[in-house]
C-alpha cells in the first residue's frame, strides 16, 4: 500500500428528490473537524435508514482516482467528488489495496472495513443514467464502508493509516468478484460466510446463496421500486 492522502471529506442532509424519494447523495465539502460517531459522520444523514447508513455502513469511502474513469466513460458530465455521495474521498488506495476487516486510525478515530457498496438506483437518479448503477456494479470501482471502532473527532488534515489486517486474502475488490460477478460460486460464497468482519446483510446474503443455489433479484435495487425512499 502507497502513501494515501485524503482529498476531501463529505456530509450531507437528506433532500426531496421527487416521486415521494429522499436522499443524502448531495454531500458538501467539510473543511473543520467533526465527530465520528458509530452512526456516521458529524451530521451526515441518510434518505432511508432501512436501506442506508447504520452502524455497518457508517463511512463511505470512494477513490478520486475512479473519477479519470469515469470521465473518459461519460465526458459529458463535469465528474468530481463528492459524486458517488462519498464521505471521504482519497488518493492511493482503491479495493484491490484495501481487505475486509482492515482497521485504520482517522485522527482520534479507528474504523474497521466492513463491506463494499452495493450501487443502487439513487445514482440513476442523481446522474439520469438509468443503467448506471449496474455499470458500477459490474465495474468494480464501488467504493467500501466502514464501521466505526472508536468514535471521536477527525478531519481533512488528519493522517489515515493502515493499522491492522486480519484477512489478507479477502480484498474488497475479491469480495466484489464474489458477490456480484460470481454470484454462485461456491467457495467464494463460503469465504465471504465465514469472515466475521464482513457486515451481517452480505454474510447472510452469502448463506441464503449457498442455502438455495440461486441468487436473488437485484432489479429493485438497482432500477429502484415505489415504496424504497418514500417519504412519511
Known amino acids: 500500500m502507497g502513501k494515501l492522502s485524503i482529498q476531501g471529506v463529505f456530509i450531507g442532509k437528506a433532500e426531496d428528490i421527487g ?3 429522499r436522499s443524502a447523495i448531495d454531500k458538501q465539502r467539510v473543511n473543520h ?3 465520528l460517531w458509530p452512526q456516521g459522520l458529524g451530521s451526515d444523514e441518510q434518505g432511508d435508514l432501512r436501506f442506508h447508513g447504520g452502524p455497518e455502513r457508517a463511512l463511505h469511502h470512494y477513490p478520486a482516482e475512479h473519477y479519470a474513469y469515469w470521465n473518459e466513460r461519460y465526458p459529458q458530465v463535469a465528474w468530481q467528488a463528492p459524486g ?3 464521505n471521504l474521498s482519497s488518493l492511493g488506495l482503491d479495493e484491490r489495496q484495501v481487505c475486509i476487516g482492515d482497521v485504520f486510525r482517522w485522527g482520534d478515530t479507528l474504523l474497521q472495513v466492513s463491506q463494499p457498496r452495493s450501487p443502487c438506483y439513487r445514482l440513476s437518479r442523481r446522474w439520469g443514467m438509468e443503467h448506471f448503477p449496474r455499470e458500477v456494479q459490474d465495474s468494480g470501482r464501488c467504493g467500501w464502508f466502514y464501521r ?3 468514535p471521536g473527532f477527525a478531519s481533512v488534515e488528519n493522517a489515515f493509516e493502515l493499522v491492522e489486517r486480519r484477512y489478507p486474502s479477502l480484498s474488497v475488490a475479491q469480495a466484489l468478484v464474489y458477490f456480484f460477478h460470481e454470484p454462485l460460486e461456491r467457495s467464494g ?3 465471504l ?7 451481517a446483510r452480505w454474510r447472510d446474503q452469502a448463506a441464503r446463496r449457498l442455502a438455495s443455489g440461486r441468487v436473488e433479484d437485484w432489479s429493485a435495487r438497482l432500477l429502484g421500486q415505489p415504496l424504497e425512499g418514500m417519504s412519511a
Request: one cysteine or more; glycine letters at 14%; a positive charge.
Open 84 to 86: 458517488f455521495g462519498e
Open 33 to 35: 473537524r467533526l465527530w
Open 19 to 21: 416521486g415521494g424519494l
Open 189 to 191: 460464497l463460503q469465504q
Open 148 to 150: 466505526v471502532l472508536k
Open 193 to 199: 460466510q465465514q469472515c466475521p468482519a464482513l457486515s
